[in-house]
T-cell receptor, first 110, second 117 residues
């Protein structure tokens, strides 16, 4: 089954404790992206990747890192999470434009 | 800065009527415009894509128009059903130079559509 998976689905953590949210797709898509969704602000793109080892900033990249070492995986790294990063995060993949979204990761930073 | 507005935060209509949602944008020249459906707590699901050189696209009960002069897209659901109740998002993108995929993608904040029986 074609899908995008994210782990974990739910995470509660404390300020400053590094964390990684994994994203994997099995559709051999070149493009992958991370979004955060907040009430009233909609979906905002954090980072995107056009292919292996090629990444670029979206609209809200501050406080996040990404890497794309393999085509199927695109992890999101929060080196020092802060409460304003509490949000619902979605990973997506596409080729070329129709995006497939993962189920989401609900992150709470206390 | 680039801006997308989905004019109605919420729209309530009677079952069987046509729902029309609006997406306006400024300071942007997108090559592609997409519409997604999102149900509560779930990821968006792709519905339709329309290119800048296309005026209209249809898929079953769905129709999208794209007016690059007005900088506006209209999304229509005909013969609406309660199962069509969801939030609908529009998204704009341009091709990334040297790649076959998009560069940055910008989403509107969505319109919550409710279809009453």
């Amino acid at each position: 089954e074609a899908q995008v998976t994210q782990n974990p689905r739910y995470l509660i953590t404390v300020t400053g404790k590094k964390l990684t949210v994994t994203c994997s797709q099995n559709m051999n898509h070149e493009y992958m992206s991370w979004y955060r969704q907040d009430p009233g602000l909609g979906l905002r793109q954090i980072y995107y990747s056009m292919n292996v080892e090629v990444t670029d900033k979206g609209d809200v990249p501050e406080g996040y890192k990404v890497s794309r070492k393999e085509k199927r995986n695109f992890p999101l790294i929060l080196e020092s999470p802060s409460p304003n990063q509490t949000s619902l995060y979605f990973c997506a993949s596409s080729f070329p434009y129709e995006q497939y979204f993962g189920p989401g990761t609900r992150l709470t930073v206390t | 800065s680039q801006k997308i507005e989905q004019n109605s935060e919420a729209l309530n209509i009677q079952e069987g009527k046509t729902a029309t949602l609006t997406c306006n944008y400024t300071n942007y020249s997108p090559a592609y415009l997409q519409w997604y459906r999102q149900d509560p707590g779930r990821g968006p699901v792709f519905l339709l894509l329309i290119r800048e050189n296309e005026k209209e696209k249809r898929k079953e009960r769905l129709k999208v128009t794209f007016d690059t002069t007005l900088k506006q897209s209209l999304f229509h659901i005909t013969a609406s059903q309660p199962a069509d109740s969801a939030t609908y998002l529009c998204a704009l993108s341009t091709p990334h130079r040297g790649y076959s995929s998009a560069s940055k993608i910008i989403f509107g904040s969505g319109t919550r559509l409710s279809i009453r029986p």
